[in-house]
């Protein structure tokens, strides 16, 4: 699986912005996608993950209400609505393919996409 993270940008807070991230493969489907954001001097940390049907989907609690996790599995694309930003959002944002593991661990994600980068500026 090929991933690739797109829609970042500069917004103020308590704006939005929705990420997409394109895959390629024919297993998509099947695979657990997740979000993840890595701030500047910071790990990089859980944000939401979706199961492969769409019907199962979790969040980090410090974005739980303000985001919303979709995908398409017909366009292979993954979804991350962000709404009500803060500064602290701020971050470069990534998709990734579940394999295994505890959901909210990098080390859990085996394919990454190129990052996208979210400001929120205060």
């Known amino acids: 699986v090929q991933l690739q993270a797109s829609g970042g940008g500069l917004v103020q807070a308590g704006g939005s912005l929705r990420l997409s991230c394109v895959a390629s493969?024919?297993?998509?489907?099947?695979?657990?996608m997740g979000w993840f954001r890595q701030a500047p001097g910071k790990e990089r940390e859980f944000v939401a993950a979706?199961?492969?049907?769409?019907?199962?989907?979790w969040y980090a609690d410090s974005v739980k209400g303000r985001f919303t996790i979709s995908r398409d599995n017909a366009k292979k694309m993954v979804y991350l609505q962000m709404n009500s930003l803060e500064p602290e959002d701020t971050a470069v944002y990534s998709c990734?393919?579940?394999?295994?593991?505890?959901?909210?661990?990098?080390?859990?994600?085996?394919?990454w996409g190129q990052g996208t980068l979210v400001t929120v500026s205060s």
């Open positions: 493969g024919r297993t998509f489907s099947s695979y657990v």
């Open positions: 979706i199961s492969g049907s769409g019907g199962s989907t």
């Open positions: 990734a393919a579940y394999k295994g593991g505890i959901l909210y661990l990098p080390t859990s994600y085996d394919y």
